[in-house]
């Protein structure tokens, strides 16, 4: 499963709403043929993502670097906006963060409160909620 062509033809093996993916957005951004919003929509549309692991890279496979959810190459409130616009409403999951020279393990907490931080401030300013 290294290419969107063949995860669009893993969900087309079975018309179930249970043969689905956990949507690795950063993953996904990284293969050759990803077009990330419009994979989104085709994806998100067909009820066909489990769980979205909302995150940002910066490059493909194979060189590609793990970024700050703001600093990558997918403008990130886009990709809100898309999995909404296309009917996603389950969970976004901030998943991975970068590496910083921090004591212990202060640097993944640190980097999942930015991350986290951000996606509320995107989910408000696309819903005008607070």
């Known amino acids: 499963l290294v290419s969107v062509k063949n995860l669009k033809r893993l969900i087309e093996l079975d018309p179930s709403p249970c043969n689905c993916i956990a949507f690795c957005q950063g993953t996904i951004s990284t293969m050759a043929d990803s ?20 995150r940002n890279v910066r490059g493909r496979f194979p060189r590609w670097q793990e970024v700050f959810i703001d600093e990558g190459d997918t403008n990130m409130l886009e990709a809100m906006r898309t999995y909404r616009g296309s009917g996603y409403g389950g969970t976004l999951i901030p998943d991975h963060t ?8 202060l640097w993944w ?22």
């Open 35 to 54: 077009e990330i919003l419009e994979d989104i929509r085709y994806f998100a549309e067909r009820d066909r993502i489990g769980v979205v692991h909302f």
């Open 98 to 105: 970068p590496y910083m020279d921090l004591p212990g393990e």
């Open 109 to 130: 907490e640190v980097g999942m409160a930015y991350a986290l931080g951000y996606m509320q401030s995107a989910r408000q300013a696309l819903t005008g909620e607070t």
